[in-house]
């Protein structure tokens, strides 16, 4: 193990994970730690925080990508940051392991408290194909270049005549009926419609959205009746809603089936295949010495201590996507809070609260909440929110989307950008501009830099026989007489 590079030597408030709950802790904390003789250290893989909820907007091109993430450097000034990933944790002897994000060699960090607010992953299920052909919409590199391939797809599709490869590019299918899935579907629809507009060789109905879904129905979060209506709505702009139906295979043809008999229900090409069923939590919290529930997240006391059968871990801290926090609302999902932003966000700011707290042995608070209720946007001027039990659909609960968010972006910075580029974005219409070879950038360079090679030399022309004319036979004729006469001559 490589020797620890140069780090404060400082009591440490290590933070596990960049992401909502971790950029929040460190700007809540990063000050007080300070001036008390410490220092908070966060080490994430990423240089910045990524706000998900905006993913498919991005996916969408309604929200500049960039955006959509909240840089570390620019907003945690007096926060140690290393970029790299925490793959183990020795809490009995207060170390972590990195691993820096350039592959260097890995190291240990001492700590005194620990807060582990790793997230969350894509929950994914072996089906074959999938890990080939399938991308998700958990990173905002997924958001821009599924962007790209929906546009890249129709634009390429558009010069296509045989009819089974013009439909396959043309065919876009979302596994996942969850609030991801559906926001991502209907902003990929609005999308392909700007693009279809743009382009006379290709119609809106040769265009095909497929959503799939496990269940009997889709987005829990909101009502039944709000959920029908969704159905409806997707199926009103043309998007076929395959309900108690599971993607089975994506090897060349993707093969779904349904549910609970497993029957074929279809089988079709497409080139855009977006998952979107599910995450679970970070599995790194296998490398520690924390306890775990049966899904794998770290077990938590309403006041966000992590705890165990054997009792309350001191100096120990856990919220988000990869905590199991009680929720003492008497909601969510078997006694404990839902992974979502709504969560990790108070719950960051209690956690900074209470682990300040603790250093004065101050009483901690319990996370308690009140659901706000729920909001999604489906493109422009369309959506569905319960808010506070107050039901709303369409071009109000779009706005009502965009407000909450617009609001719960992190950072004053973000927030103007956000809605500055919402601003131009209705103004001036949505952006179709495909950005290519996004994987490859020094492709052109690259052909730019190398030396053309010569041309092939042309092959000889082959010998041709010179013009027989009367004059060439006569000459022809009189010197096969000399040469007749000249052996006889030589023979006497």
């Avoid at 080490?43 to 996916?59: G, I, S």
């Avoid at 889709?218 to 702009?237: D, F, N, S, Y």
Wanted: net charge neutral; charged share 25%; hydrophobic share 45%.
């Amino acid at each position: 193990m490589a020797t620890t590079p140069e780090l404060q030597d400082r009591p440490r408030v290590l933070v596990v994970g960049g992401g909502y709950v971790g950029l929040y802790v460190a700007l809540k904390l990063q000050k007080k730690i300070a001036n008390a003789g410490g220092i908070v250290t966060l080490v994430d893989p990423l240089p910045y925080m990524t706000y998900q909820p905006f993913l498919p907007e991005v996916a969408g091109g309604n929200i500049e990508a960039r955006h959509a993430v909240v840089s570390h450097r620019q907003h945690l000034k007096q926060t140690e940051l290393i970029q790299g990933r925490v793959t183990s944790i020795d809490h009995a002897n207060r170390t972590a392991v990195v691993a820096p994000a350039d592959g260097g060699e890995i190291f240990e960090i001492p700590y005194f408290d620990v807060v582990v607010a790793a997230g969350a992953i894509t929950r994914t299920f072996p089906i074959k194909g999938l890990a080939d052909k399938g991308i998700g919409l958990k990173t905002i590199e997924e958001a821009v270049a599924l962007r790209n391939k929906v546009l890249e797809r129709i634009e390429a599709g558009s010069l296509m005549t045989v009819p089974a490869e013009r439909a396959r590019a043309l065919t876009f299918v979302v596994v996942g009926g969850g609030f991801a899935g559906i926001e991502c579907i209907t902003e990929m629809e609005d999308l392909a419609r700007a693009a279809v507009k743009n382009n006379p060789r290709v119609k809106q109905e040769e265009v095909r959205f497929v959503l799939v879904e496990a269940m009997g129905r889709i987005m829990p979060e909101v009502t039944e009746k709000q959920a029908e209506w969704v159905v409806e709505h997707l199926r009103g702009r043309g998007v076929e809603v395959l309900l108690n139906t599971s993607l089975d295979n994506a090897e060349g043809s993707l093969k779904l089936i349904n549910l609970p008999d497993k029957s074929l229900a279809q089988d079709f090409e497409a080139d855009t295949l977006v998952w979107t069923a599910g995450v679970q939590a970070n599995p790194m919290v296998r490398s520690t010495d924390f306890p775990l529930d049966e899904r794998g997240r770290v077990r938590a006391l309403p006041d966000l201590r992590i705890a165990g059968d054997e009792g309350i871990v001191e100096n120990a801290w856990v919220a988000g996507d990869v905590a199991a926090v009680p929720d003492l609302s008497g909601g969510g999902v078997g006694g404990f809070c839902v992974p979502n932003a709504q969560h990790a966000l108070r719950q960051a700011k209690l956690l900074a609260n209470n682990l300040w707290a603790s250093r004065w042995d101050k009483p901690l608070k319990d996370y308690k909440h009140k659901n706000l209720g729920a909001v999604a946007g489906f493109g422009e001027w369309k959506g569905v929110a319960n808010i506070m039990g107050i039901k709303l659909k369409g071009a109000l609960a779009w706005m009502a989307h965009r407000g909450y968010h617009g609001l719960a972006m992190p950072t004053v910075e973000r927030k103007v950008r956000v809605i500055f580029g919402w601003i131009l974005s209705l103004i001036m219409g949505r952006d179709t501009t495909q950005l290519i070879d996004l994987d490859n950038p020094r492709g052109a360079f690259v052909t730019a830099a190398s030396p053309v090679p010569k041309p092939a030399a042309a092959p000889a022309a082959p010998a041709t026989a010179a013009p027989v004319t009367a004059k060439a036979v006569e000459t022809d004729s009189a010197a096969k007489i000399e040469s007749k006469e000249a052996v006889s001559a030589d023979a006497k």
